[in-house]
């Protein structure tokens, strides 16, 4: 099974300002998919963004942006302009592209943003 | 469209009891997951069907632990008997195609006393 690390429990951001947050994966497979989920205090989980692997450029929307390093298995996030409604626990995930479709998540961030 | 709908929100139990989660995936989708959310564990994919077909329980923790997809529009994950231990958050997703996104629902917030 894929392993996902995000190493940093918590983040705090002032709002307006720019946080990025750090997702390392492990694979031995050459394309996948990778995600960046949102789950507020409503527990919803809402997709934020999500790179392909054979993709070279990175994926943004809006605000949200990666910065996507194949060979280095590195997947970070960075919401810009912080607003107070960004505050949530944040999951980096994993999907292969073939044959097994799960997602693999990693043990998530919480952000917290500064009025 | 609704969106992945997910009953009940709240369900408090004693040990022992038999429970039910219910499950009803957005209309059209072909893929729905269940996943379990905890402190210690994180998220974790329990089971997933296509077409209504289970394709992967591997993540099915033990016997107690069972679902169906009766037909395109109904899941249910049943436990039973119940112990604190699976006290959680239970999330139903879907999603049509397999590459596609997975949507989900707003989970179960399940609690065995």
């Known amino acids: 099974a894929q392993t996902v690390t995000q190493s940093q429990p918590e983040m705090s951001v002032q709002e307006a300002e720019t946080v990025t947050l750090s997702c390392t994966y492990d694979?031995?497979?050459?394309?996948?998919?990778l995600f960046w989920y949102k789950q507020p205090p409503s527990r919803q989980m809402i997709l934020v963004i999500r790179?392909?692997?054979?993709?070279?450029q990175n994926a943004t929307e809006n605000r949200f942006s990666v910065n996507f390093q194949k060979a280095a298995k590195s997947f970070s996030l960075k919401i810009s302009d912080s607003q107070l409604g960004d505050a949530a626990m944040y999951f980096c995930?994993?999907?292969?592209?073939?044959?097994?479709?799960?997602?693999?998540f990693g043990a998530g961030t919480t952000v917290t943003v500064r009025a | 469209d609704a969106g992945v709908i997910q009953s009940p929100r709240h369900e408090v139990t004693e040990m022992g009891q038999e429970v039910t989660l219910r499950c009803k995936p957005i209309s059209g989708h072909d893929y729905l997951f269940w996943y379990r959310q905890t402190m210690m564990r994180g998220l974790e994919l329990l089971i997933y069907f296509n077409n209504n077909v289970p394709i992967d329980d591997s993540g099915m923790p033990e016997d107690r632990f069972s679902a169906k997809m009766p037909n395109a529009s109904f899941s249910t994950l049943k436990i039973q008997p119940s112990e604190p231990r699976d006290s959680a958050v239970y999330f139903c997703a879907s999603s049509f195609g397999v590459y596609n996104e997975q949507f989900f629902g707003p989970g179960t917030r399940l609690t065995v006393l």
């Open positions: 790179q392909e692997a054979y993709k070279q």
């Open positions: 995930a994993y999907r292969s592209s073939m044959g097994d479709y799960k997602l693999s």
């Open positions: 694979t031995s497979e050459s394309d996948y998919y």
